[in-house]
């Protein structure tokens, strides 16, 4: 989905490809991820990578919030959505610590999203 202009089209557009009770899964970088965010403010770097957030071919950039954003705008509602590949460097549970947890959604890297068409979601 980081990979295109407008995902909410390709979304929609599965809605028809779906099976009855069919889910949507998805793995998507997460641009508040700390170590990201720490080159960004305190380091000044915005680089272009061949891997990672940063990847030269992504074209959009999400946040936890904006995915949940994103799959609604196109009609699902977010069964789970969960952290994956954390990071736990001392930095980052300072930060942790100072925040007082406020901020969790910056430990990983990427969300795993499940969701399903909001028509189906609410029949069940």
């Not at 720490?38 to 992504?58: A, N, P, Q, S």
């Not at 901020?103 to 969300?111: E, G, K, P, T």
């Amino acid at each position: 989905l980081e990979h295109l202009a407008w995902p909410e089209r390709l979304l929609r557009d599965l809605h028809r490809c779906l099976a009855p009770g069919g889910k949507l899964v998805a793995s998507i970088p997460n641009v508040r991820h700390f170590p990201h965010l720490w080159r960004v403010v305190v380091r000044g770097e915005w680089t272009y990578t061949d891997e990672g957030i940063l990847d030269r071919t992504h074209l959009r950039f999400f946040t936890r919030q904006s995915m949940g954003e994103l799959f609604q705008e196109a009609g699902y509602r977010l069964a789970d959505q969960r952290g994956i590949n954390p990071t736990s460097s001392a930095r980052w549970r300072l930060f942790d610590l100072l925040t007082l947890g406020r901020a969790r959604d910056m430990r990983y890297l990427q969300f795993a999203c499940v969701a399903r068409p909001v028509q189906e979601a609410s029949a069940s």
